[in-house]
């Protein structure tokens, strides 16, 4: 069965700064990756995904993210935070064959000091 | 192009009561999976809908069921609530049958006092 670890429970970071959000999952074949972020309240709004192909993938807000196989990583990265960036984020895991179904990880809840 | 939508966003139950969710998928959308979204418990997956077909299913009692209809709406029924029941629970839509991308809803929050 697969599973995800998101190391971090809280980051705070600066407005302005960068930043990097871990995800390390656990799955015996390629996986299919993805990254949602939720703020308050409401539902999970999808920043990007990874298939296949390139491990470097672009998604919106200014995020990206990078697929390291020999690292079981997906780690997520934005060059520099806006205030609107404060949220929870989480990282989920597909399994082929597994219909539609997502693992999550336990999220990691993002504080932007002014 | 509408999104999700999940209806009723909040919803109090007694303890012993049975409730029912339900959840629009984006049109042309054919699959529907539900979660439950608990503080203690973070994301976990209830049961996935696929063609009317259930074709996956979490760890959860037998209290919790779903079905989906022929325009591809699906419902999610707890029965006998408990005060754990309390959560959001998050219906997403995906347009094929596995591995494409879920779009969420915003959710209904079930409190069960």
């Known amino acids: 069965a697969q599973s995800v670890t998101q190391p971090d429970i809280h980051i705070t970071v600066s407005e302005g700064a960068s930043l990097e959000l871990r995800c390390n999952y656990s799955?015996?074949?390629?996986?299919?990756l993805f990254w949602y972020v939720q703020s308050p309240g409401q539902g999970l709004q999808l920043l990007l995904k990874y298939f296949s192909g390139d491990t470097l993938v672009q998604g919106i807000k200014g995020f990206e993210a990078e697929f390291k196989r020999s690292q079981s990583s997906f780690n997520l990265r934005k060059p520099s935070v806006h205030w609107s960036d404060a949220a929870e984020y989480f990282c989920a895991v597909g399994a082929k064959a597994a219909g539609n179904k997502l693992t999550f990880g336990g999220g990691t809840r993002v504080l932007v000091k002014p | 192009k509408a999104g999700v939508t999940q209806t009723p966003r909040y919803l109090i139950k007694t303890r012993g009561q049975q409730v029912t969710l339900s959840c629009s998928p984006i049109?042309?959308?054919?699959?529907v999976s539900w979660y439950q979204q608990t503080p203690g418990q973070g994301l976990q997956f209830l049961f996935e809908y696929f063609s009317e077909t259930q074709r996956n299913k979490g760890n959860f009692p037998g209290r919790f069921s779903g079905r989906q209809f022929s325009n591809s709406r699906s419902e999610m029924n707890v029965s006998t609530l408990e005060l754990g029941d309390s959560a959001l629970y998050l219906c997403?839509?995906?347009?094929?049958?596995?591995?494409?991308?879920?779009?969420f809803g915003q959710g209904t929050r079930l409190t069960v006092v």
């Open positions: 997403a839509s995906s347009l094929l049958q596995q591995n494409t991308e879920a779009f």
């Open positions: 799955y015996g074949a390629t996986p299919y």
């Open positions: 049109s042309g959308h054919r699959s």
